[in-house]
């Protein structure tokens, strides 16, 4: 090559694109075929041909059976008209290996309307699909188990709302049956007898109180969709309501301290209200119980509160007794199904919070949890 002025920008040209990490091939549109009058190194590299076996040829050597026709009926089509054309297409090496080709084509030198010349940027970008094609292979499988997992789930609902219907009233028939047993035979039946029939009722009720709590559990999910803006304040008030009852048997003094507005089920917020302050009026000490329930605002959550003066919970048990059937006292100590805080997290769960306790032994225990805030803004009531 001379060193006249004339050639001097096709021999910077060449020699910028010997070191560059992009395959580069130059067509003449002005021959028949379009065929290849230039291409660098790397484009040698790439498809494993030397440079006498490209130099003249139309880069339809690179296709093959597993070549997306559709994308090269593209590709024709945009060298027709001389438009951009970019596009990943997979390609053929010289010893019959794939690899997929960003290809990016480019009209050059336009004159007068006419096209000398095409510019084409090539790079390999196999590990990349590949990458991609695993993550969409793994983003079906997870619809997949998703769409299984959700029909398993309703069928589970359907069984369980079936079948504690169908226990729920058997076992209170069997309580209130015994109930008059005991009360007709007390004057009867020796003190062993009685006390049988006494743990026999108790089972009853106890067993009909864990087929209610995993019914709620079951129907969490179901509820969830369910949702409106709730007068939390008002909410409480009614579950305190319900329980006055046992706060009056516990001689349970109660602060309220005004509570916002959020937008939940209230099915879900009333469960959670009432498994909390039950099990504060359960699990109380000798000494004179204070419930307080509260909730401050943090940004974009409401974070809720429960908070007694009762026995208290060690440190390590604080995963424990969210799990389903885990106690930390005995049933003998405090009567219950072990069910009450799993579902409480669930619920938390199902309206988008998290839920966590403090406590020391001797002292009390506060549960905490959290509802996001309506979109919209929600102020004290």
Not at 171 to 180: E, K, N, S, V
Request: proline share 4%.
């Amino acid at each position: 090559m001379s060193d006249t002025s004339a050639d001097l920008p096709l021999q910077l040209f060449r020699e910028a694109m010997q070191w560059i990490e992009t395959g580069v091939v130059i067509t003449d549109n002005r021959q028949k075929d379009n065929p290849i009058i230039y291409a660098n190194p790397r484009f040698q590299h790439l498809c494993g041909y030397d440079l006498t076996e490209i130099l003249g040829h139309n880069c339809r050597f690179l296709q093959g059976p597993e070549t997306d026709r559709n994308v090269v009926t593209k590709l024709r089509e945009a060298l027709r008209s001389g438009a951009l054309f970019q596009e990943q297409l997979l390609n053929y090496r010289k010893n019959g290996s794939t690899f997929w080709n960003r290809l990016t084509i480019s009209p050059v030198g336009r004159v007068d309307g006419e096209i000398p010349y095409f510019v084409g940027f090539q790079e390999d970008v196999t590990e990349q699909m590949t990458a991609q094609a695993e993550r969409d292979r793994a983003e079906r499988q997870l619809r997949v188990h998703a769409d299984q997992l959700a029909q398993s789930n309703e069928a589970l609902e359907k069984f369980a709302s079936l079948a504690s219907h169908d226990l729920r009233e058997p076992l209170r028939t069997i309580a209130i049956h015994l109930g008059l047993v005991e009360q007709e035979t007390e004057n009867r039946l020796d003190p062993r007898s009685l006390e049988s029939i006494k743990f026999v009722r108790d089972a009853a009720v106890r067993l009909g109180e864990m087929v209610q709590d995993l019914l709620n559990y079951s129907r969490i999910d179901a509820d969830v969709p369910k949702r409106e803006l709730l007068d939390t304040h008002e909410l409480v008030k009614q579950v305190l309501s319900q329980l006055q009852d046992s706060m009056k048997e516990a001689n349970a003094r109660i602060s309220l301290d005004l509570l916002p507005a959020v937008t939940a089920n209230r099915t879900v917020l009333m469960l959670i209200f009432q498994n909390l302050i039950s099990n504060a009026i359960k699990y109380r000490g000798e000494k004179p119980l204070d419930i307080r329930i509260s909730a401050k605002d943090q940004d974009t959550e409401w974070v809720f509160s429960v908070q007694d003066s009762g026995i208290g919970i060690l440190e390590k048990d604080f995963d424990r007794i969210f799990q389903m059937f885990e106690r930390v006292y005995s049933r003998s100590q405090y009567p219950g199904t072990g069910i009450g805080l799993a579902l409480c997290k669930k619920c938390v769960g199902s309206l988008g919070g998290r839920m966590w306790v403090k406590s020391e032994i001797g002292i009390g225990s506060e549960f905490c949890f959290t509802i996001p805030r309506n979109p919209k803004g929600t102020a004290l009531l």
